[in-house]
């Protein structure tokens, strides 16, 4: 167990639907990344949220978007589904600081279909 | 462009057999780490081991070891003693210190140790 939480553990909707992924960091840690994988497309690197304020972005669709609240849990919504936006979604979390340097501990991960 | 590739999409052993898994990488920068993650069945992308590109010493965690060529940009994994619960995917991966935080990811190793 990583100590980083999501919800919920299986998604499934329609398409042009919208959804929520939530994620919990580990006690402590202040950063955030968001990474979906598929199968086609493998791990890529959605968005990362340090301390409330966006640090980097990734491949992510604009129909895509993420904050991070004051009690550091972060958020994933997904709007105008489409049928390729299916896959695993994950979350993950890092020290303090929030430097390239620090381990990324993953979450168990959202499994996210679209029918 | 940064990437990452594991030329060896499957591989099997049998338990307690020696297995490397191999993985190459492509960027200009000098300062990175690397890591190996491991996912089994349950999905969880779970941390192996990690190597600072800066060390010319090789990591090692238990029957875990890494093989770090930084010239020939090369990052493989040894497993020594296979067990059953190795049995995984898994994911080379590397983060640049200066620039965007984010891990990038090979297309995984599907290894699987036989009884």
């Known amino acids: 167990d990583s100590g980083v939480t999501q919800t919920p553990k299986h998604l499934i909707t329609a398409t042009g639907q919208r959804v929520t992924l939530r994620c919990s960091p580990r006690?402590?840690?202040?950063?955030v990344y968001w990474y979906q994988q598929s199968l086609d497309q493998g791990l890529q690197f959605l968005i990362q949220y340090y301390n409330g304020e966006e640090r980097a972005k990734g491949n992510i669709l604009e129909r895509f978007s993420a904050q991070q609240f004051p009690d550091l849990h972060s958020e994933l919504n997904l709007s105008s589904l489409e049928l390729g936006d299916s896959a695993l979604y994950f979350c993950?979390?890092?020290?303090?600081?929030?430097?390239?340097?620090?381990?990324?501990?993953f979450g168990p991960g959202t499994r996210l279909t679209v029918l | 462009a940064q990437t990452v590739t594991q030329s060896q999409p499957e591989m099997s052993v049998q338990e307690a057999e020696t297995v490397t898994l191999s993985c190459t990488y492509d960027?200009?920068?000098?300062?990175?780490?690397l890591f190996w993650y491991k996912q089994p069945p349950s999905r969880q992308m779970i941390l192996v081991i990690r190597q600072e590109a800066y060390k010319q010493q090789n990591a090692t965690e238990n029957r875990f070891s890494v093989n770090f060529q930084k010239a020939a940009k090369s990052f493989s994994l040894k497993i020594s003693d296979s067990q059953l619960g190795d049995t995984a995917m898994y994911f080379c991966a590397f983060i640049i210190i200066q620039g965007a935080q984010k891990l990038v990811f090979g297309q995984g190793t599907r290894l699987t140790i036989n009884p």
């Open positions: 993950a979390s890092s020290a303090l600081a929030g430097l390239p340097t620090d381990t990324q501990y």
């Open positions: 960027t200009s920068e000098n300062n990175y780490y």
């Open positions: 006690s402590g840690d202040l950063s």
